[in-house]
């Protein structure tokens, strides 16, 4: 059930403020809800819902915490301007019930309102950003498209101021092309569509002085030759054209006399391009030599533990280390030459599995970690062992295995030196505490097997070792009076056997019922008794008791608490004695239903015996 928490609050003619004390709680982990009406605050495992006096702005709340002092703070606004002078508003149950709900749909349609603006409000910021993106990126395409615009037109004035500096550098391309030094670079195919045209100039009406060159001296007008698909030019069917007038200015004449010897070298070179044979040369590309190669040894980091890294549990194996770093030189798992892993070669590491596995109450798988441990231990070990035995011991206890529980624990005594001295060391002391726990368990044994001398001698023994221990004590003093109970109980059995004198062997079983009153065995023999004496009633009563008692299943409460329940003898849950029991328990009750003519009663079904 959630609890309310403390608190506190002020209020002046504007607003209210709330104080909460928290106590062990995490401040991070609080759920608020304020509407106008209602404050809810939900910090497990306190609940606080407050029905406010008056309305107040939920959009308002400013909530502040105090993690050092465990403190919530929340403060809020009042709609309208007055004292409360009460914090809560006190009407019936049903009213309070439907201003909550009310202000709550309030919450909500106002949630959803502010939702949808914000919803519209992120939508316009998305348009708002695209547009502007737009603008940008037509910005920068207009100014791509004024600087393209630019360059074509200061292009095409330089075209018409020279119109001799592009044909002039049109031959010294091709001139660049035929050298010879270039012959033996492959071209690459040109396509039928895409015809190459080289422009060349004719030659000049040159007179015998260079420097008497006259006007009327005119160039020969530009010819396009057109490359073929073998790479040669066509001279041979290009046509004649008229001469061009003379140039107008003496610029354009300097133009034309300069780049008169490319022009004649670029035709004399295509003129010879045309008379050879186009020269194939392949092109031999030297690969380089195969590298060189080489061997890099990788190790791995040395470990104890060999478990591949997605097995390995890295904090348990360095916990483990750190507790038994005094033995880590000593076992064969860490400088291990053989085949064998360290779960079968380290005594100390089985061991600590049969710990966890102990602690997991996987008895079972305990028992065969320690089973190991003691096979890996040598003989010497004695410490070792006996402290795998002892474990081992208590795993058989507790799968109620008492025959074996009593040979280990005897053999772990053997193993252990003379502990009187309790001043000799720590190690006396452990081994001191090792055979007080020995001594019990194998008395506990004793006494599951019904051997309550053997079992009282151990308990004696511990309560010697122990006598500041009250439970000794008192599991001692119990241990008496079952043997006193398992007398009289064997009285009873001789004189019942015997068939004579029924009155006093119920009277036995009734003195041992009276010290131990959980015994099944007493009661399903004194209901014989009662039966042989036709006491049906008797019988039926002492025969459903000890049906209850075996349901019950007294044994598995073994370890738990001590007392009776914890001595109590009786055959494992399951077992095939257990069904016999019941099965004779059933039949004499049955017996007695039959005698008084309770023939409905007398019936009983098949799960009765499970």
């Known amino acids: 059930m959630p609890l309310a928490p403390r608190f506190t609050w002020e209020e002046d003619a504007s607003s209210i403020v709330l104080e909460l004390h928290l106590p062990g ?33 939920d959009a308002s709340a400013v909530v502040k915490s105090n993690p050092a002092s465990n403190l919530l703070r929340i403060s809020l606004q009042k709609q309208s301007s007055r004292l409360w002078k009460q914090l809560e508003c006190q009407d019936t149950k049903k009213a309070l019930r439907e201003r909550r709900d009310a202000s709550m749909d309030r919450k909500r349609e106002s949630e959803t309102a502010l939702s949808a603006k914000r919803k519209e409000r992120k939508h316009q910021e998305e348009k708002q950003t695209l547009r502007a993106q737009m603008a940008v990126d037509d910005a920068n395409r207009q100014i791509l498209t004024d600087l393209k615009a630019e360059e074509k037109e200061r292009e095409e004035k330089l075209s018409q101021q020279h119109p001799g500096i592009k044909q002039a550098g049109l031959a010294l391309n091709n001139q660049d092309g035929h050298l010879p030094g270039n012959k033996g670079l492959s071209k690459p195919p040109l396509s039928k569509k895409a015809k190459k045209k080289v422009s060349f100039a ?119 280390l750190l507790k038994n770093r005094k033995h880590i030189n000593q076992h064969q798992g860490l400088n291990r030459t053989s085949g064998y892993d360290i779960s079968e070669t380290d005594p100390m590491w089985l061991k600590a599995k049969g710990d966890d596995f102990f602690h997991a109450k996987d008895f079972r798988s305990a028992i065969n970690a320690y089973t190991e441990a003691i096979s890996a231990t040598s003989n010497d070990n004695t410490e070792l062992i006996a402290t795998c035995l002892s474990n081992r011991a208590a795993c058989l206890l507790q799968l109620e295995e008492f025959k074996e529980c009593i040979t280990d624990c005897s053999k772990a005594l053997s193993h252990l030196p003379d502990t009187r001295d309790t001043d000799g060391g720590a190690s006396v002391l452990k081994h001191y505490r090792l055979k007080l726990k020995l001594f019990v368990r194998r008395g506990t044994a004793y006494c599951r097997e019904g051997q309550y001398s053997q079992a009282k001698a151990d308990y004696g023994v511990a309560y010697s070792m122990d006598n500041q221990n009250p439970q000794l004590h008192d599991d001692f003093m119990e241990l008496v009076a079952m043997e006193k109970a398992q007398e009289l109980k064997g009285s009873g059995d001789q004189l019942f056997r015997e068939g004579k004198e029924l009155d006093r062997a119920i009277q036995m079983y009734s003195d041992s019922l009276t010290l131990n009153p959980l015994s099944i065995a007493c009661l399903s023999n004194r209901a014989a008794c009662h039966l042989m004496r036709h006491a049906a009633k008797e019988c039926i009563q002492d025969c459903t008791q000890a049906l209850e008692l075996l349901q019950q299943d007294i044994g598995s409460k073994q370890g738990q608490d001590h007392g009776l329940a914890f001595f109590s003898v009786g055959p494992a849950a399951g077992s095939a004695q257990r069904r016999a029991w019941v099965v004779k328990t059933l039949v004499r009750r049955g017996a007695a239903h039959v005698s008084i003519r309770a023939f409905d009663q007398g019936k009983f079904s098949p799960e009765s015996l499970c």
């Open 25 to 57: 709680t995490a401040l991070r982990n609080i759920d608020i809800y304020v509407s106008d009406l209602v404050v809810k605050v939900n910090a497990a495992p306190y609940v606080l819902l407050l029905d406010l006096q008056d309305a107040v702005d």
């Open 202 to 320: 004719t030659t000049l009406h040159d007179s015998d002085d260079h420097h008497n060159r006259t006007a009327s001296n005119q160039l020969e007008e530009e010819e396009i030759i057109e490359l073929t698909a073998d790479g040669s030019f066509d001279i041979a069917n290009t046509k004649q054209t008229p001469p061009p007038s003379a140039p107008e200015s003496h610029e354009e004449l300097r133009e034309v006399e300069h780049t008169e010897p490319l022009k004649k070298a670029a035709k004399s070179e295509a003129i010879e391009e045309e008379n050879d044979p186009p020269v194939v040369q392949e092109v031999v590309v030297e690969l380089p030599p195969p590298r060189e190669s080489m061997q890099s040894e990788i190790h791995f980091t040395p470990r104890v533990f060999p478990t591949p890294s997605r097995e390995s549990k890295a904090a348990e194996e360095e916990d483990w």
